[in-house]
């Protein structure tokens, strides 16, 4: 059964670090792409980060570009996000998402309904 699991969540003062992790049960994890969502309270799943099978590409949506940063340890079967400088309209659930391909498309890997496999989130609120 294949699992993703996040964790790292957690309350953090605006301007703080915080590094989410998501270990993952699919195999071989070297050949799934990697995405990162968030889902605020009322609002829509949204596009955070994505990485492709080998970690070669990125891409981030606009709001956190300069300010997170995705990594995968393949060795590790492990996806993190790197969160700095924190603001309040960061706060989410921050779910992590697989996808089986060698491809990366930015125009695909930003679309919910493209991944395999989701996971049930960790919560990140940040204060002001």
């Known amino acids: 059964q294949v699992q993703l699991s996040e964790s790292g969540g957690g309350l953090v003062q605006a301007g703080d670090s915080l590094r989410v992790s998501c270990a993952a049960s699919?195999?071989?994890?070297?050949?799934?792409?990697m995405g990162w969502f968030r889902q605020a309270p009322g609002k829509e799943r949204e596009f955070v980060a994505a990485?492709?099978?080998?970690?070669?590409?990125?891409y981030y949506a606009d709001s956190v570009k300069g300010r997170f940063s995705i990594s995968k340890d393949n060795a590790k079967n492990t996806l993190y996000l790197q969160m700095n400088s924190l603001k309040p309209e960061d706060t989410a659930v921050y779910y992590c998402?697989?996808?089986?391909?060698?491809?990366?498309?930015?125009?695909?890997?930003?679309?919910?309904?493209?991944?395999?496999?989701w996971g049930q989130g960790t919560q990140v609120t940040v204060s002001s």
């Open positions: 990485i492709s099978w080998d970690g070669g590409s990125t």
């Open positions: 998402a697989a996808k089986r391909t060698l491809v990366f498309y930015r125009t695909t890997m930003i679309k919910v309904d493209y991944y395999d496999y």
């Open positions: 699919v195999r071989p994890f070297s050949s799934y792409a």
